[in-house]
């Protein structure tokens, strides 16, 4: 996914469950070449060790939306388990590969550094920019402090065959006599951990954060946000103005200095407002009760997403004790 968005929320209360989630899911559909990038993170040559589930990131960890959650999270798939998923997934391709004699199958480890990262990004920008050491750095620009994951893709020959399920060393659905699975490792792994998916509980929450920029305190504090920017010289709109009409290009390689200027006041007349968690309180509200409303459907997605990721959980946690 672009990181380049025409508006700084927009970039960022996606990111961490639609996009990065799809991102995976076209790793294993087959959709170009097999990569790690898609959870924004650093990566590894080799599996750098397991880290505890609980110790996961739920929440921001920096800036005024530290430690904010939504009634909604508990139904979507976080940023943690997307982790826990692509970990477990790497661990099936490596494990089935070797029973074809691929040893060394190698695909870069994600970091969960990529956890904080997106919930940091989606989370912690929902309602606009929110930390103001990031601002004083990067403006309204995504943190650039995270080395480009390396792109990967399995060896060409009998590495490959096996991992796809097609070529030319695939005979009769067999690699050396010995029978694959349909769709090669990949097709395997993808089998035993389906992608999870919250179509129901996405579509909710996208449509309550759009009712809740209309809730009454939501207006007020974001009123006396564009005031409070008034009085540092800036006559805005609404905390989530379109960027590109403000001339600010989040597209640029680096922030000006008067597009730092623009975020550092935006930030602190945010922290003067308490218009992040007037915001927050506002969204908890609407989104309960949408999940009060919408209990059946809820509760039958979220049970399917549940015995998925739970598959996923336990191979990660068993993988961690070996």
Same mark, same amino acid.
């Given at each position: 996914?672009?990181?380049?968005?025409?508006?700084?929320?927009?970039?960022?209360?996606?990111?961490?469950?639609?996009?990065?989630?799809?991102?995976?899911?076209?790793?294993?559909?087959?959709?170009?070449?097999?990569?790690?990038?898609?959870?924004?993170?650093?990566?590894?040559?080799?599996?750098?060790?397991?880290?505890?589930?609980?110790?996961?990131?739920?929440?921001?960890?920096?800036?005024?939306?530290?430690?904010?959650?939504?009634?909604?999270?508990?139904?979507?798939?976080?940023?943690?388990?997307?982790?826990?998923?692509?970990?477990?997934?790497?661990?099936?391709?490596?494990?089935?590969?070797?029973?074809?004699?691929?040893?060394?199958?190698?695909?870069?480890?994600?970091?969960?550094?990529?956890?904080?990262?997106?919930?940091?990004?989606?989370?912690?920008? $929902?309602?606009?920019?929110?930390?103001?050491?990031?601002?004083?750095?990067?403006?309204?620009?995504?943190?650039?402090?995270?080395?480009?994951?390396? $792109?990967?893709?399995?060896?060409?020959?009998?590495?490959?065959? +096996?991992?796809?399920?097609?070529? +030319?060393?695939?005979?009769?659905?067999?690699?050396?006599?010995?029978?694959?699975?349909?769709?090669?490792? $990949?097709?395997?792994?993808?089998?035993?951990?389906?992608?999870?998916?919250?179509?129901?509980?996405?579509?909710?929450?996208? $449509?309550?954060?759009?009712?809740?920029?209309?809730?009454?305190?939501?207006?007020?504090?974001?009123?006396?946000?564009?005031?409070?920017?008034?009085?540092?010289?800036?006559?805005?709109?609404?905390?989530?103005?379109?960027?590109?009409?403000?001339?600010?290009?989040?597209?640029?390689?680096?922030?000006?200095?008067?597009?730092?200027?623009?975020? +550092?006041?935006?930030?602190?007349?945010?922290?003067?407002?308490? %218009?992040?968690? +007037?915001?927050?309180?506002?969204?908890?509200? %609407?989104?309960?009760?949408?999940?009060?409303?919408?209990?059946?459907?809820?509760?039958?997605?979220?049970?399917?997403?549940?015995?998925?990721?739970?598959?996923?959980?336990?191979?990660?946690?068993?993988?961690?004790?070996?």
């Amino acid at each position: 996914m672009s990181i380049a968005r025409r508006s700084d929320q927009g970039a960022s209360r996606r990111l961490a469950g639609a996009a990065s989630v799809a991102a995976l899911a076209a790793v294993l559909a087959g959709c170009g070449a097999p990569t790690t990038d898609s959870m924004a993170g650093s990566a590894t040559a080799a599996d750098p060790g397991r880290i505890a589930i609980g110790d996961l990131p739920v929440a921001p960890t920096r800036g005024l939306a530290k430690g904010l959650t939504l009634p909604l999270d508990g139904y979507t798939v976080t940023a943690a388990e997307g982790y826990v998923w692509q970990s477990s997934v790497q661990q099936q391709w490596r494990s089935c590969m070797a029973r074809y004699g691929f040893k060394d199958f190698g695909p870069p480890a994600v970091s969960e550094r990529s956890v904080a990262d997106s919930v940091n990004t989606a989370v912690g920008r $929902r309602y606009g920019i929110s930390d103001i050491d990031l601002a004083r750095t990067y403006g309204y620009h995504l943190p650039n402090d995270a080395p480009e994951p390396p $792109r990967w893709e399995p060896a060409a020959g009998g590495e490959s065959a +096996v991992f796809t399920g097609t070529g +030319v060393e695939v005979e009769g659905g067999t690699y050396k006599g010995k029978e694959i699975p349909d769709g090669g490792c $990949r097709g395997e792994t993808k089998r035993l951990f389906p992608l999870p998916q919250t179509p129901e509980a996405n579509a909710i929450s996208g $449509r309550i954060f759009e009712d809740s920029r209309d809730d009454a305190k939501v207006v007020g504090a974001a009123g006396k946000w564009v005031s409070c920017m008034k009085t540092k010289g800036y006559d805005r709109k609404h905390p989530l103005d379109d960027l590109d009409e403000l001339g600010i290009e989040v597209s640029s390689p680096a922030a000006t200095t008067g597009e730092i200027a623009q975020a +550092v006041a935006d930030v602190e007349c945010k922290q003067q407002t308490n %218009l992040v968690a +007037v915001w927050n309180a506002q969204e908890r509200e %609407l989104q309960e009760s949408a999940i009060n409303s919408n209990t059946e459907k809820l509760a039958a997605e979220v049970a399917v997403k549940n015995r998925e990721t739970e598959k996923v959980r336990q191979a990660y946690q068993t993988a961690g004790n070996r």
